[in-house]
């Protein structure tokens, strides 16, 4: 079966991880995002805290990275339209997309890894396929980036950002969530219109949140 066979959201996301692979650039990253915002109520993965882990490339690199993302259903804003960001059934799985929403800002707090040479996943429009066995998990193929980030994920310990989380640059992370927050509340006022979520504290005790 070719891909095309089946649907408008496989064709959106194999597009997408084709534009963005090869690359590690996050120069017009927050610009971008806020150019491909459209804003969908369905079924979606939500990537801001996941865990990743690392894709080995045939040229010994590490391009991609597979992260454990929160199959959600609500709101959210993303790169691609409505009808092609419709979850699809082929055989066992279930394809959709992960976009962004600010659901996790009142109960996670942002860590900050602010060192250039910091590697994170960039997850937003990534590919995902839900576990089957874990309906409420996903998995997604994000392009890995270098730079300084912020992520949800870590638990506000420094060490974290020694490891691969899906993130934001500092830019992109504060559009997104102004963006979503300015639209739900003009459009969508019975929507909690949450404010960015608090930054980690300076130094963290094991466990802080």
Known sequence: MSIRALGP???TLF????????SRDVGGLADKLKS??????????????????????????????LCSCDV?????????????REPVQHGRYSFLMSTYSNLFN????TLSCSSAETEWAWCYG????????APKKASCTCPVKQSA??????????????????????????????IFAAYMKKNNPTVPSLPP????????APGAR
């Open 149 to 178: 980030a912020n992520t949800l994920g870590g638990d506000c310990h420094k060490v974290a950002c020694e490891g691969l989380w899906s993130a934001a640059t500092p830019q992109a992370d504060a559009g997104a969530s102004t």
């Open 126 to 133: 990534a590919p995902c396929v839900v576990d089957p066995s």
């Open 9 to 11: 959201l496989l064709v």
């Open 106 to 109: 009142a109960t996670n707090k």
């Open 36 to 65: 491909a915002a459209t804003f969908c109520n369905g079924t979606y993965a939500l990537c801001i805290k996941a865990p990743c882990t690392p894709i080995a490339s045939a040229n010994g690199e590490i391009d991609s990275a």
């Open 72 to 84: 959600v259903n609500g709101w959210s804003m993303g790169p691609a339209s409505c009808a092609a």
């Open 197 to 204: 979520a608090e930054a980690c504290p300076a130094t963290s």
């Open 15 to 22: 597009a997408a991880a084709a534009a963005n692979a090869a």
